[in-house]
């Protein structure tokens, strides 16, 4: 889910310079965010995250942690940089400028957003979904797109999907969680898209892609796993959703094979100004959220002050990557209108600008009415 920044850019959330992951301190953070007032030193908050959390009134020091989380949250793998920074010792953490920011534009006035990214289904909702949905159409969020990561949440995700009109799924194998997948659940992914193909509420084949970031990546495997979800989505007529970590040049080379006619979005967007060329002339939109929201993204800023805006879709990724504004908590599509404010000051146009273009690209893409509720 989470595209790896270059070791030259520091992290997205200012935890760690040099990080190689722009996703940290994500659910292992927000589990002891009142500890870090404590000035205590915790071990081992979560297997597999991290494996030394100092705090003195904020985080001190992270040590290094390999390949994906060996909890149910290992999607969220956590390692810093080989080198100088190896103890990932934490650089001036400050929120950036948006912090706190009300994205007043969402509350009253008449501007939709759409949440192309999230996981709503994930336990960490079980307790107050219904309130958190209530509160995103009270904000302008509108609909929301649920994406499925392995065989065993599918009909939890649909079955939420259809008791909430504002949700829309998508279905996948999420190559993070490669050794859970199976050959039959290609099949059976098949079965779900034939079952429900004209569906209003299915929206896209994901998350799917490559992750190469995971320790000792099986890169056959997941590219043959990769190839046979991107001819699902030809032959449904489904755009795709992306998930690419230090894998940029092998997804373009197999989205130039497939050629999709719906093409589809990449999440959590995080590469170079060429890279984002590549996917833009392939039909691509650019999936962008937390992570560009904190003030170590640097490349990720220059990079997003540059990008059409007919190029570009808004996502949290909930319940993780939470913003700058929003730190050490669960993410939520609650935060989207403040997510929206802080990268159109990016941009340097109006939040109310950038939400339009985002609403009407997601429209677009999935064949949704460009309506006053999306």
Request: a neutral charge; glycine letters at 6%.
């Amino acid at each position: 889910m989470w595209p790896a920044f270059d070791d030259r850019d520091a992290t997205a959330s200012g935890a760690f310079s040099r990080c190689a992951d722009n996703h940290v301190l994500c659910a292992a953070a927000r589990r002891v965010r009142c500890a870090a007032k404590s000035g205590t030193a915790i071990d081992s908050i979560a297997p597999g995250h991290l494996r030394r959390y100092t705090t003195a009134g904020l985080p001190a020091v992270a040590r290094q942690c390999h390949g994906p989380a060996a909890s149910a949250d290992r999607r969220h793998g956590i390692a810093t940089s080989p080198g100088r920074y190896r103890e990932g010792y934490l650089s001036a953490w400050r929120p950036c400028h948006c912090t706190r920011l009300q994205a007043t534009y969402s509350r009253g006035v008449n501007v939709t957003l759409i949440d192309t990214h999230t996981h709503l289904d994930f336990a960490d909702f079980d307790a107050d979904r219904a309130q958190v949905l209530d509160s995103c159409l009270s904000l302008g969020v509108q609909r929301i797109v649920v994406l499925g990561v392995y065989q065993r949440n599918w009909q939890r995700l649909w079955e939420l999907t259809e008791a909430n009109p504002a949700l829309h799924a998508a279905f996948g194998l999420h190559p993070v969680y490669i050794d859970e997948h199976r050959t039959e659940h290609l099949n059976e992914l098949a079965d779900w898209l034939t079952r429900l193909q004209g569906h209003p509420q299915l929206c896209a084949v994901g998350e799917i892609g490559l992750d190469y970031y995971v320790e000792h990546p099986d890169k056959p495997r997941q590219q043959k796993l990769f190839e046979a979800q991107l001819q699902l989505a030809s032959d449904f007529n489904l755009p795709a959703l992306l998930h690419v970590r230090r894998s940029h040049a092998d997804v373009i080379a197999a989205l130039k094979h497939h050629k999709l006619k719906r093409s589809g979005i990449v999440h959590a967007f995080a590469g170079s100004r060429e890279e984002a060329r590549e996917y833009i002339k392939l039909g691509f939109k650019l999936g962008l959220g937390g992570a560009a929201t904190w003030p170590q993204a640097l490349r990720m800023h220059r990079v997003i002050a540059e990008l059409p805006l007919d190029s570009v879709v808004l996502e949290t990724d909930s319940p993780d990557m939470a913003p700058a504004m929003h730190p050490y908590t669960r993410n939520s599509p609650q935060h989207l209108p403040d997510i929206c404010q802080a990268l159109a000051d990016l941009m340097k146009i109006p939040s109310e600008r950038l939400a339009q273009a985002s609403t009407e690209n997601a429209c677009e893409l999935f064949g949704w009415p460009r309506t006053a509720s999306a």
